[in-house]
């Protein structure tokens, strides 16, 4: 069950969302376009996603403050956000922006294949820390296997230490501990 990647796009304004779908068609990664940042929030609330493309000047919330309430959140505090903005370079923009948990600030007009590459970059990443995640369960589940493996010989070699005949006991205690120490090393 492989799992789509999935850029946010932040923008109040319909135009920009709908460009900036475009620079990203054809990439992996599925958009999810909102027009606020409340819709963001809201968004972020049953989506999980690879990137955040996300404007820094909206009415009523900002992408500034949007940023703040998304790294606040234990669930959303590792997705990188890339913030865009039309205004002239300011140099205090871009700070507030990075000290708001940005990983990168784009000025518009920007090279759409800049900002394809950047996505691409984030959109990999995404999808190796699942793979590692899924790794990470399969070895934790093999891992507790063995021990109940472990387990079962550990009870079943103390149950023949106890039984009378002694050269099935010594024999089936020998073919048990081979497995269990078997079971150890692989």
Do not use: C
């Not at 820094?56 to 790294?71: L, S, V, Y």
């Not at 990983?103 to 984030?122: I, S």
């Not at 995640?133 to 010989?153: F, G, I, N, P």
């Not at 039984?163 to 501990?177: G, H, K, M, N, Q």
């Amino acid at each position: 069950m492989t799992q789509t990647a999935k850029a946010l796009l932040v923008d109040d304004r319909r135009e920009n969302l709908m460009a900036l779908e475009a620079i990203l068609q054809g990439l992996p990664v599925q958009s999810v376009a909102v027009e606020s940042g409340e819709a963001a929030l809201k968004q972020l609330l049953v989506d999980d996603f690879a990137v955040i493309l996300l404007d820094a000047q909206m009415p009523d919330m900002d992408g500034f403050e949007t940023a703040t309430h998304i790294k606040r959140r234990e669930r959303t505090r590792h997705v990188p956000i890339i913030f865009l903005t039309a205004a002239d370079r300011d140099a205090q923009l871009a700070l507030r922006g990075y000290a708001a948990g940005a990983v990168d600030y784009l000025t518009k007009p920007f090279d759409p294949w800049v900002l394809r590459a950047k996505v691409t970059v984030f959109v990999d990443l995404w999808v190796k820390t699942r793979q590692l995640a899924a790794q990470s369960d399969l070895v934790r589940e093999r891992d507790l296997q063995w021990r109940h493996l472990t387990d079962a010989v550990d009870e079943a070699t103390a149950l023949l230490r106890a039984d009378d005949d002694p050269s099935t006991r010594d024999r089936a205690v020998e073919l048990l501990e081979q497995a269990r120490w078997g079971s150890k090393t692989r």
